[in-house]
């Protein structure tokens, strides 16, 4: 295991049950050596977009993602 990594793991533990496991899985799915799934050429302008904005640093605000999280209520 590499210091970043050890020093990585000790801060987590400093972390609620919550947020240790929302990080284990997120290191999980990253570590996954399975093929990543196919991607519809189709939507691959709109992630580059995304992907751009988010280095520009434009994010959506708390507000923006309310809404979007409330179009999937039922």
């Known amino acids: 295991m590499t ?6 793991v000790e801060t987590v533990r ?3 049950s919550d947020s240790q496991d929302e990080i284990a899985r997120a290191m999980l799915e990253l570590a996954d050596e399975s093929e990543p799934e196919d ?3 189709a939507d691959l302008p709109a992630v580059l977009e995304g992907l751009a904005q988010a280095k520009r640093g434009e994010y959506a605000s708390a507000a923006d993602v309310e809404a979007a999280f409330r179009r999937f209520e039922t």
Do not use: G, I, V
Not at 3 to 8: F, H
């Open 3 to 8: 210091k970043l990594l050890e020093k990585a």
């Open 14 to 16: 400093k972390l609620s």
């Open 39 to 41: 991607m519809d050429p």
